[in-house]
């Protein structure tokens, strides 16, 4: 069992990320994002999957890890290695308090609760928030680097990670960082579509 962190560069400031399959990682994670009073209750929420037969494409994937950030930090956790499913992260979820936003997230919860156990309440679908707040419905069909750049002028690069497998324990720096840019761009439009504005640094 372990923990790793990275600390990856957005516009210029460090955010940190934890790769873990710990659950008391996961429990300082999340006592994190409560106390954190900028993050406007809102979370950003994404998953990667991985093939459970690698060598038949056919196969079916599930979801290898569970990406949360709170435009602060980011905890990216490897469902399959859990040493114990944290109950922290399982009320956190279910809390009525916080709201969790990220693209195909209606997707990503149903298989949460299929393959783990982890219901999620409270849910914003980007796609669906940025085309209602813009009135635009072409932003449904969008991608995040094309809805970034349409909602926040935000140029959205990611490190390609096609050939890597998600199903790994020891996951690249390159994946950690496609994970975190991933939840953090969500966090981002949604604080912008919500609310407005993003005027805050990263710490």
């Given at each position: 069992m372990s923990t790793r962190k990275q600390v990856i560069i957005v516009d210029d400031?460090?955010?940190k990320a934890y790769v873990t399959n710990q659950a008391a990682t996961v429990d300082h994670c999340i006592r994190t994002f409560l106390s954190?009073?900028?993050?406007?209750?809102?979370?950003?929420?994404d998953t990667e999957r991985s093939m459970i037969d690698?060598?038949?494409?056919?196969?079916?994937?599930?979801?290898?890890?569970?990406?949360?950030?709170?435009?602060?930090?980011?905890?990216?956790?490897?469902?399959?290695?859990?040493?114990?499913m944290p109950i922290s992260l399982l009320n956190f979820l279910r809390s009525a308090?916080?709201?969790?936003?990220?693209?195909?997230?209606?997707?990503?919860?149903?298989?949460?609760?299929?393959?783990?156990?982890?219901?999620?309440?409270?849910?914003?679908?980007?796609?669906?928030?940025?085309?209602?707040?813009?009135?635009d419905k072409t932003l449904l069909a969008c991608g995040l680097a094309e809805l970034a750049k349409?909602?926040?002028?935000?140029?959205?690069f990611k490190p390609s990670t096609v050939?890597?497998?998600?199903?790994?324990?020891n996951l690249s720096d390159r994946q950690v960082k496609h994970a975190t840019l991933n939840v953090y761009t969500y966090?981002?439009?949604?604080?912008?579509?919500?609310?407005?504005?993003?005027?805050?640094?990263?710490?």
């Open positions: 400031d460090p955010m954190n009073v900028y993050n406007k209750n809102l979370i950003g929420l690698p060598n038949d494409p056919r196969k079916r994937t599930r979801i290898a890890i569970l990406q949360l950030h709170d435009g602060d930090d980011c905890v990216i956790i490897q469902l399959p290695y859990l040493d114990s308090d916080y709201t969790f936003i990220g693209l195909g997230i209606k997707e990503n919860v149903t298989r949460l609760e299929k393959e783990y156990g982890l219901v999620c309440k409270n849910v914003i679908e980007l796609g669906e928030l940025a085309a209602t707040v813009k009135r349409k909602v926040d002028k935000l140029r959205f050939f890597e497998d998600w199903g790994e324990q966090f981002r439009l949604g604080i912008k579509l919500l609310c407005g504005e993003y005027n805050w640094g990263i710490k």
